[in-house]
């Protein structure tokens, strides 16, 4: 069972078969596993407090669960599993029962600047009738923030508390993540081709069309890198952007030797064009975990932001790039944008 000896140092025991370890330190299999010897315990240095995701690798390079860690919810990772040093604390106000949730509103249609069949949910809080003016933010990963990360709950608890006021979440669900985030402009055509006339247009056959004052855009990852992106690109449509541990390493067509999207070495593109043109007109919310690799590059467009006068806030939380980390972040990052 995994076990700290103090409030910084876990202690991982490995079970038959493990060769190496991989998680939220190696950024999972883009970097080499951290090696292990038989039956020697395992000693790593963690932040206090920390949330680590983790699974073991066998001698054939396959991963592989730790049948005596901590249960976790990971969409990418199926075989993640987690170890705590100290005590992960979640933020207050996910503390006592739900609150009645609103009314969800599923969309789907067939795509036309992405083939196939699209998804999007249309979620409106407690109270809020279908033709209201409010805030829109349009969330990507969709599925992922609507059931893992709760994002829905976690508004209508910051509503509830008073410290935020209400708005629309647009959960919209990609069909090739991959394809469709790494600063595809075509994913802006998308958006609003598609996406926005049935929530706001003439397309929004669910019921009357939402007015919205403002437009945000969310996401994490490759989805934080697009949210951004796109939002600092086009004042005329964004004036919000949320990113979790936005994947900033990133320049439009860099790719690997295998023809995968480079998120190693190809640079951080989109802060040199932020430093060069800051987007004013944004308020942006921007967190990462302190056990990932894309700390340093979080840091550096916060810095960039900073420097560049953009109203922002950014916070470090001591976890990796999983949900767990995510949906600490995003209570946070809503009572910052939608402050009551």
């Known amino acids: ?7 910084r140092t876990l202690i991982l025991t490995p079970p038959p078969g493990a060769v190496g370890l991989i998680g939220d330190p190696t950024d999972w299999q883009r970097r080499d596993p951290i090696a292990v010897q038989p039956g020697q315990p395992l000693r790593l240095t963690l932040p206090q407090n920390a949330w680590m995701e983790y699974a073991w690798v066998d ?60 998804r999007a ?7 809020v009738q279908p033709c209201a003016s409010l805030p829109v933010f349009y969330v990507q990963d969709g599925v992922a923030f609507q059931r893992i990360g709760r994002l829905a709950e976690a508004l209508e608890r910051a509503v509830q508390s008073g410290l935020a006021r209400p708005a629309a979440l647009v959960f919209v669900e990609p069909a090739d993540r991959e394809a469709e985030y790494h600063l595809n402009g075509d ?24 007015r919205a004052t403002e437009r945000g855009l969310w996401g994490a990852s490759l989805s934080g890198l697009i949210s951004l992106h796109l939002g600092a690109a086009h004042p005329d449509l964004f004036s919000r952007v949320v990113s979790h541990s936005g994947a900033f390493i990133a320049r439009p067509d860099a790719r690997t030797p295998q023809g995968d999207i480079d998120v190693m070495t190809a640079g951080e593109w989109l802060r040199q064009q932020l430093e060069a043109n800051p987007p004013r007109h944004l308020t942006v919310s921007l967190d990462t975990g302190l056990l990932e690799w894309l700390t340093a590059p979080n840091r550096r467009m916060a810095a960039a932001l900073m420097d560049g006068g953009v109203d922002h806030q ?27």
């Open 1 to 7: 069972m995994p076990a700290t000896a103090d409030r």
């Open 59 to 118: 001698a054939a390079g396959q991963p592989f669960a730790d049948p005596e860690g901590l249960p976790t919810v990971n969409p990418w990772f199926p075989y993640a599993r987690a170890a705590e040093v100290g005590e992960w604390a979640e933020h207050p106000l996910w503390q006592g029962p739900a609150p009645e949730s609103g009314t969800t509103h599923r969309l789907s249609w067939d795509g036309t600047v992405f083939p196939g069949r699209r």
């Open 121 to 127: 949910s249309v979620y409106l809080p407690r109270g």
């Open 187 to 210: 994913y802006l055509t998308f958006l609003t081709d598609e996406v926005m006339p049935r929530v706001e247009g003439d397309l929004a056959d669910w019921g009357t069309p939402l």
């Open 314 to 340: 950014y916070r470090e939380y001591p976890g990796g790039h999983n949900w767990v980390t995510w949906r600490q972040a995003l209570m946070e990052a809503l009572l910052f944008q939608l402050q009551g």
